[in-house]
């Protein structure tokens, strides 16, 4: 059974549970408590608690927490990514990719002292000096999502805390060890007792978290309902709350494209972690219909090429769905383009892995003719199907992916250099890649999609994470000279 982790040790609280699933066999790995409203308070105030010691700890020394915690994560990182695929499904190159860029995000953290520096004014007026300060928040919460159990975590604590605030974490029910596990590394990297906590569970947890006077901001990463539902509720009791949604994520691919390597990049944006990932491009835009054409003889064929199984099996390009609802669900996407009207070129429907009869496979899936009426294009599927769209023009498909409802990323492929800046320059999505099919940015940049793919204003990691997780202070010192006496002034202040 897995635990909750407060104040530094490891507990059960709250009388529910939850399966977890190991997806590639169907079965039951382990169990989960959902946390009740008293173990999520226990770990409020085992944060509140940690807090002003924390806080006052030199940023240098808080860094080298961090600086510990890299190697700790180097050095643990199978058993690591052994949890995230046993749970997840993805494949174990996967599961290291994602980890390797969650350790990037520590070393940001890791550069802390520097980026808290404030700013100073000597002499602002008479004998006066003006600074400002980024002072830490306090209690901050982190509600994350299935698909990157090690990553979008470490998104979000490790500089919360490394600004000098504490931590709740609440992650996903359905694959919580690798999550679990990194926070104890933490501890064992020299993180105090309660800085971070963890806590297991669903809304009860979530609602506890968002309404308790206690905490200060909320990071969320999931869906977009979900991300609507947390920044209203957050902001609504007081908090600071960045919110981060879905995606439906459009490469546009021109006339003049390099098609093999765009190929190549299209194959690993649809299909890695078996489209669960929200950079991944769900929707090729064809410019012109011999693009079109084109690319589709060219996927259809390396899909025949790629192998599906377990993420544990040598060789596999991609694992199972995470659990067998979202398996129905997407399968059931596929049904309804055929409904639709789509054209189904590659139906991965059929597929059936030896061995693992009762895991959650589906095949890579192709669609042509898909158009923006249908829901197969509008909405997030968030598995191994792939859409192409048929346009005339890039104008066309800038007006396409404007009006979707989702903005998180994109990108072009071309070999024109004017398309790809006039691309990059006007298209409303918030990350955009240029012969990228994945353009996530490296931690010292910050990450976010714009429309409904992100609620608040700052986005995640990188340099908006110390705006996020810290509050200016602005302050204006003086201290007069001994024997000067000023008599008082009602005009306001200025230098005039
Ligand atoms: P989800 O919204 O179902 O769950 C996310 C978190 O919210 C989980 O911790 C879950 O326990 C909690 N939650 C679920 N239902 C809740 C409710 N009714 N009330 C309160 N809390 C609730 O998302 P998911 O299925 O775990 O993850 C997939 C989604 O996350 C996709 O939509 C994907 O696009 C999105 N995602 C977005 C980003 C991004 O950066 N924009 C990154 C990764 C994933």
Redesign the pocket.
Known sequence: MIKHLINGQRVDGGSRRADVFNPATGRVGNQVPLADRPTVEAAIAAAQAAFPAWRNTPPLKRARVMSRLKELLESNAERICQLITDEHGKVLADSLGELQRGIENVEYASYAPELLKGEHSRNVGPGIDAWSEHQALGVCVG??????PAM?PL?MWPMAVACGNSFVL?????DPSSTLLIAELALEAGLPPGVLNVVH???E???TL?TDRRVQAVS????????E??YSTGTAHGKRVQA????KNHAVVMPDADLDNTVSALMGAAFGSCG????AIPLVVAVGNATADALRERIVAEIAKMKVGPGTMAGCDMGPL?TKA?FDKVRGYVDQGVAEGATLVADGRTLKVAGHEEGYFLGPCLFDDVKPGMRIYQE?I?GPVLGIVRVESLEAAMQMIDAHEYG?GTCIFTRDGEAARHFTDHIQVGMVGVNVPLPVPVAYHS???WKR??FGDLH?YGPDAVRFYTRRKQITQRWPSSGVRESAVFAFPSSK
């Open positions: 509600i994350t999502p299935f698909n990157f979008v998104w609440k992650p996903s029910e359905r569970g669903d809304k947890a979530v609602d968002l969320f990463v999931g869906s977009t309902p979900i991300a539902y947390i981060l949604g879905g995606a669960e990932r929200c950079m995470v979202h997030e968030f998180n990450f976010g999609g793919s992100l995640a």
